[in-house]
């Protein structure tokens, strides 16, 4: 499987489980059961709630805006050029601060 896409051209739509969070689906696990490839904007004020994943490491590119990220217990500043990897099973969230915050979410294996 290889493909090129531009970040434009991603669809992004409402987030299954957060209000004011929008993904993009760049890769699923329908297409390769090893990863998934997400785009997330989160609205200013707005925080993904704090969870885990039993299998899933979550690897985060912040692409645009600044934010919080809980990890290793405790909020720490998040901004654009920033790459977060949390591993399977730690507890994390993400927020936005007063602007949309734009990450590149890289999940393996594939969450979505």
């Not at 720490?76 to 601060?97: C, F, P, R, T, Y």
């Amino acid at each position: 499987m290889s493909f090129k896409i531009n970040l434009n051209d991603v669809k992004m739509e409402n987030h299954p489980k957060f209000d004011g969070v929008k993904i993009g689906f760049i890769v699923t696990k329908k297409q390769h059961p090893e990863l998934s490839i997400t785009i997330l904007e989160i609205a200013p004020n707005i925080q993904i709630p704090l969870h885990t994943h039993e299998k899933e490491i979550d690897s985060i590119f912040i692409l645009e805006g600044e934010g919080e990220i809980f990890m290793n217990n405790e909020w720490i500043s998040a901004k654009a050029g920033d790459i977060i990897v949390v591993g399977n099973k730690e507890l994390h969230g993400l927020k936005a601060m007063r602007n949309t915050l734009r990450c590149y979410v890289i999940h393996a294996p594939a969450l979505w």
